[in-house]
C-alpha cells in the first residue's frame, strides 16, 4: 500500500472521528427528548385518565345518593298507608316505575293498587287504571328495545275465541330456534289459562337444547305473565347462562299478544346476581 494512500486514510479518519462523536452525541439528544415527551403523553394521558375516572366516581355517588334520597321519599306513601288519595298512589307509582324499573321487583306494587282502584269507588279511577296500565306497557317496551340488542325474539298472538275450544290441554303456540352469541336453543310456548278480568295468561315455557348439543339440560316452568311482568325482572333461567322472559303487549277482548326474548344474563336486573358455577364457567372460557 502506498503512502500517499495511507496518508489519506488517516486524514480522513482525523476528519470523520470528531464528526462521529457530534452525530453520536446529537442521536442521543434526538433520543433523550423524544423519550421525555414520550413520558411526558404518558404522565398526562394517566393524569387525565384518573381525573376522569374521578369525576365518573363523584358523579355515580352523587346520582346514587340523589336516587336514593328520592326512593326514601317515594317508597314511604306505600310503607304508610292512607285511605283515598289514588292519584298520589298512581303519581308515586308512576316515579318508581321510570326511575327503578331495572332495580326493582314493582310487580306487587302494581297489582296491590290494580286491586285497591277495583275496589274504589272513585269516578276517576277508570282513567288511573289507564295510566297504570299505560306506564306498565312504557316501561315493558323499554327494557325489550334494551334486551334485543343483545338478544333474540319472536312474537305470537293468542286468539281467545280458539283457546276456549281447546280444553283443559291448553293451546300451543308455534315454536322458535333462538340462536344468542352462539347459544342455540328451541324455545316452545303453551298457553293454559286465560283470565280476562285480571287481563293474564297462564304460560308454559319449554326450553330444549338442539340436537346434537353437547348439553341437552333442558327448562320447563309455569307462570302467569301480564302487563306487571318486565322481561329484565321476571325471566327465567336456562341452563347456558341464557334468561328467558315473555311479555304482554296488547290484551283485547279478541286476541293477546306476546313477546318472547332470550338474552345474556348479564343483562337482567341489578338485583339478578349470577350464580356461582355460572361465574365460574365464565372465567374457564375466558382463560382458554
Known amino acids: 500500500?502506498?503512502?500517499?494512500?495511507?496518508?489519506?486514510?488517516?486524514?480522513?479518519a482525523v476528519v470523520l472521528q470528531p464528526l462521529g462523536g457530534l452525530l453520536t452525541a446529537l442521536a442521543v439528544a434526538v433520543v433523550g427528548v423524544k423519550g421525555s415527551?414520550?413520558?411526558?403523553?404518558r404522565q398526562a394521558a394517566d393524569t387525565n385518565a384518573r381525573l376522569y375516572s374521578e369525576l365518573m366516581s363523584r358523579r355515580e355517588e352523587a346520582e346514587s345518593?340523589?336516587?336514593k334520597d328520592m326512593f326514601v321519599s317515594i317508597i314511604q306513601p306505600f310503607l304508610q298507608p292512607r285511605p283515598g288519595d289514588l292519584d298520589t298512589r298512581v303519581l308515586n307509582l308512576e316515579l318508581l316505575a321510570?326511575?327503578?324499573h331495572d332495580s326493582l321487583n314493582l310487580k306487587p306494587l302494581f297489582l296491590d293498587l290494580q286491586r285497591r282502584l277495583a275496589a274504589a269507588s272513585d269516578p276517576d279511577r277508570n282513567a288511573y287504571l289507564k295510566r297504570v296500565n299505560r306506564v306498565a306497557r312504557e316501561i315493558t317496551a323499554k327494557q325489550l328495545f334494551a334486551l334485543e340488542g343483545h338478544g333474540q325474539s319472536f312474537r305470537r298472538t293468542v286468539l281467545l275465541e280458539d283457546f276456549e275450544k281447546t280444553g283443559r290441554f291448553g293451546a300451543e303456540l308455534d315454536g322458535e330456534s333462538i340462536d344468542v352469541e352462539g347459544?342455540?336453543?328451541?324455545?316452545?310456548?303453551?298457553?293454559?289459562?286465560i283470565d280476562r278480568r285480571q287481563q293474564q295468561l297462564r304460560l308454559r315455557l319449554e326450553v330444549r337444547a338442539p340436537e346434537g348439543s353437547a348439553d341437552r339440560t333442558d327448562t320447563r316452568a309455569v307462570?302467569?305473565?301480564?302487563?306487571?311482568?318486565?322481561?329484565m325482572i321476571d325471566n327465567t333461567r336456562l341452563a347456558n347462562g341464557l334468561r328467558c322472559a315473555v311479555t304482554l303487549s296488547a290484551f283485547t277482548p279478541e286476541a293477546a299478544d306476546l313477546t318472547t326474548i332470550c338474552f345474556p344474563g348479564e343483562y337482567a336486573s341489578l338485583k339478578d346476581r349470577p350464580y356461582y358455577d355460572e361465574?365460574?364457567?365464565r372465567?374457564?372460557?375466558a382463560a382458554r
Open 98 to 100: 321510570v326511575n327503578f
Open 279 to 281: 361465574v365460574i364457567q
Open 65 to 67: 345518593s340523589l336516587r
Open 183 to 193: 347459544r342455540r336453543c328451541d324455545v316452545g310456548l303453551r298457553v293454559l289459562d
Open 283 to 285: 372465567l374457564r372460557k
Open 37 to 41: 415527551q414520550v413520558l411526558d403523553r
Open 1 to 12: 500500500m502506498s503512502t500517499g494512500s495511507k496518508d489519506f486514510w488517516e486524514k480522513l
Open 223 to 231: 307462570f302467569d305473565v301480564g302487563y306487571f311482568d318486565f322481561p
